[in-house]
């Protein structure tokens, strides 16, 4: 099965401050996605990152907040720009099954997550 | 707003016991359903997909879907402590998931 990774795992960041989070797939996939997970809270879609075109972002979530870069196929970062405690979250990134081939099209398959602690 | 209700629990049950997880969604378009398990500290994993009407099996798992109640259910047959985790409901109705907020279950030895 394919290998989704994330760096970093954990980070404490002050407030002001940008973090940009990697995920890494063993395996050349469409469509990559970002996702929130609050304390308590359901995962939340941030956004769709397709490679070659720009990222789709879900409502609530902006570009100059969450800028996503996507290079390659198998490649996404996510940026969390001047945080703030409120942006303190798990963030995951996120591939299809089908797309890894062997999963159905719209399951999804995460990676370990980034833990983000912002002071 | 598409919204996917789950009771946050905790849910306990003995071990060997019947775990039930249930969930209710929002948008009648919905299409395909999915139970996910995360894991303190982890990330969710899928466990169970569904996409018709009616029970389908998966060892100990089974996941009930009732469209017309707008109703999935997740059973956990002969419940093991290694199951206790959060379970979360995800409902597709574009090609993306729309989670829950997670059940968390403790099974007890």
């Known amino acids: 099965s394919a290998v989704i990774s994330q760096k970093p795992s954990r980070d404490i960041c002050q407030r002001g401050t940008s973090l940009t989070i990697q995920c890494q797939v063993d395996?050349?996939?469409?469509?990559m996605f970002w996702y929130r997970q609050q304390p308590g809270q359901s995962l939340t879609l941030i956004a769709t990152?397709?490679?070659?075109?720009?990222?789709?972002?879900e409502s609530g979530f902006v570009i100059d907040k969450f800028p996503i870069s996507r290079p390659n196929l198998t490649f996404s970062t996510l940026t969390v720009s001047n945080m703030s405690p409120e942006d303190s979250s798990i963030y995951l990134c996120?591939?299809?099954?089908?797309?890894?081939?062997?999963?159905?099209?719209?399951?999804?398959?995460f990676g370990p997550g980034t833990r983000l602690t912002v002071l | 707003q598409k919204e996917v209700e789950q009771n946050s629990g905790p849910l306990s049950v003995p071990e060997g016991a019947i775990a039930s997880l249930n969930c209710t969604y929002s948008?009648?378009?919905?299409?395909?359903f999915f139970w996910y398990r995360q894991y303190s500290g982890k990330s969710p994993e899928l466990i169970m997909s569904?996409?018709?009407?009616g029970d389908k099996e998966d060892g100990r798992f089974t996941a009930q879907l009732n469209k017309a109640s707008q109703y999935v259910s997740l059973l956990i047959r002969d419940s093991q402590p290694s199951d206790s985790a959060t379970y979360l409901c995800?409902?597709?109705?574009?090609?993306?998931?729309?989670f829950g907020r997670g059940t968390s279950l403790i099974v007890h030895p």
């Open positions: 990152a397709n490679q070659g075109s720009e990222a789709t972002y």
């Open positions: 395996s050349q996939v469409t469509m």
């Open positions: 569904i996409y018709s009407n």
């Open positions: 995800a409902v597709n109705t574009r090609y993306i998931p729309t």
């Open positions: 948008d009648r378009g919905s299409q395909s």
């Open positions: 996120s591939v299809e099954g089908g797309s890894l081939g062997y999963g159905a099209t719209d399951t999804q398959y």
